[in-house]
């Protein structure tokens, strides 16, 4: 059974910052790229950084880009989603999925395995 734990999510003042964590069990890890997407109410699910399979390639959304760092330890079965600078609008739940894919993509419906989310909310 696959399984994507993620932690990391809590309360944090605008400007500060959080690192998110994606647990995987249930598949050979390393042979998937994991992507973290973001919801926050009222809005569909967005995305927001991945990582491709041997870490050698990353991506991140526009807003994203000098704050958020994506990283993947296959040794241990995570993958880590550092977010610095936080801001009010990066309130969201947050999510970790993974592809088996060679083709990823940052359209959420073409992963296959997800995480139940964490929540991270940012105060003003």
């Known amino acids: 059974q696959v399984q994507l734990v993620e932690s990391g999510g809590g309360l944090v003042q605008a400007g500060g910052s959080l690192r998110l964590s994606c647990a995987a069990s249930?598949?050979?890890?390393?042979?998937?790229?994991v992507g973290w997407f973001r919801q926050a109410p009222g809005k569909e699910r967005e995305f927001v950084a991945l990582i491709t399979w041997s870490g050698g390639s990353t991506y991140y959304a526009d807003s994203m880009k000098g704050r958020f760092t994506i990283s993947r330890d296959n040794a241990k079965n995570t993958v880590s989603l550092q977010m610095n600078s936080l801001k009010f609008g990066d309130t969201a739940v947050y999510y970790c999925a993974a592809d088996a894919s060679v083709v990823v993509t940052r359209v959420p419906g073409g992963w296959r395995y997800w995480g139940q989310g964490t929540q991270v909310t940012v105060s003003s």
């Open positions: 249930g598949l050979p890890f390393s042979n998937y790229a």
